[in-house]
T-cell receptor, first 113, second 115 residues
Framework: AQSVTQPDIHITVSEGASLELRCNYS??????LFWYVQSPGQGLQLLLK??????LVQGIKGFEAEFKRSQSSFNLRKPSVHWSDAAEYFC???????????FGQGTRLTINP | DADVTQTPRNRITKTGKRIMLECSQT?????MYWYRQDPGLGLRLIYY???????NKGEISDGYSVSRQAQAKFSLSLESAIPNQTALYFC??????????????FGDGTRLSIL
C-alpha cells in the first residue's frame, strides 16, 4: 500500500527566505504526486503535480517541486516566501492514477515578518 | 474551490444524533470523494464514488454511509454520531474523462463537532 511521510510538522521561516518542504513516499509503481495548500478556513488548492517527464515541475504561486525516484522524494521549494504563503501544505500520492489519494500528515508553515 | 459546495460549513451536535453532510458540484465531474481531516493525520478517505451507481469504501468507512443522489451530489451520513467523529470533512471531485491523472478539486470543508 502506498504511504506518504512529511517529516516536518511545523516550519518557521522569515519572509524573503527560501523554503523547502520535504515529502517522502512509498509506492510500488510509478507514482502520481501532488502538493496541495490549505489556507485557514479553506479547502485544499492544488499547487502542482507530477506524473511523468521532467522531474522538476513548476506550480502556481512561484512553487516548484523535484521528483527524485532514487530517494522516493518529492520536495516542494520556493526561492523567496511571502507572508501570504503561511498555510498548511500537504503532499499526496495517487493510486489508480490520481483517482485515490493518500495524503501526508501535513506541514504547517509560519512566516516571520 | 467554489465549484464544489459543502453544506453546512459548521455543525455542532450531540452524541447519538443522525447527521448528514452534503456536497454538490457544478464542475461536471464524474468522481466524488469524502475525506476527514484530523490534526497530525492529514486527510483520510472515507468513501468514494466513480459514478452514480458506484460506491466504494475508503480506509475509514466504519460509522459512515454515503449516497450519490445524482452525478452532482454526494452526501455523507453519520447514523449515530460519536465524539471521535469530530473533525473537518472535505468533499472532492475529479474528472476521469480527461484521463486517470486528473487532480482532485476540494470544497471548503465542513467543521463538525460532536459533544
Amino acid at each position: 500500500a502506498q504511504s506518504v511521510t512529511q517529516p516536518d510538522i511545523h516550519i518557521t521561516v522569515s519572509e524573503g527566505a527560501s523554503l523547502e518542504l520535504r515529502c517522502n513516499y512509498s509506492y510500488g509503481a510509478t507514482p502520481y504526486l501532488f502538493w496541495y495548500v490549505q489556507s485557514p478556513g479553506q479547502g485544499l488548492q492544488l499547487l502542482l503535480k507530477y506524473f511523468s517527464g521532467d522531474t522538476l515541475v513548476q506550480g502556481i504561486k512561484g512553487f516548484e517541486a523535484e521528483f527524485k525516484r532514487s530517494q522516493s522524494s518529492f520536495n516542494l521549494r520556493k526561492p523567496s516566501v511571502h507572508w501570504s504563503d503561511a498555510a498548511e501544505y500537504f503532499c499526496a500520492v495517487g493510486a489508480l492514477g490520481a483517482q485515490k489519494l493518500v495524503f501526508g500528515q501535513g506541514t504547517r508553515l509560519t512566516i516571520n515578518p | 474551490d467554489a465549484d464544489v459546495t459543502q453544506t453546512p460549513r459548521n455543525r455542532i451536535t450531540k452524541t447519538g444524533k443522525r447527521i448528514m453532510l452534503e456536497c454538490s458540484q457544478t464542475k461536471g465531474h464524474d468522481r466524488m470523494y469524502w475525506y476527514r481531516q484530523d490534526p497530525g493525520l492529514g486527510l483520510r478517505l472515507i468513501y468514494y464514488s466513480f459514478d452514480v451507481k458506484d460506491i466504494n469504501k475508503g480506509e475509514i468507512s466504519d460509522g459512515y454511509s454515503v449516497s450519490r443522489q445524482a452525478q452532482a451530489k454526494f452526501s455523507l451520513s453519520l447514523e449515530s454520531a460519536i465524539p471521535n467523529q469530530t473533525a473537518l470533512y472535505f468533499c472532492a471531485t475529479s474528472d476521469s474523462r480527461q484521463g486517470s491523472n486528473q487532480p482532485q478539486h476540494f470544497g471548503d470543508g465542513t467543521r463538525l463537532s460532536i459533544l
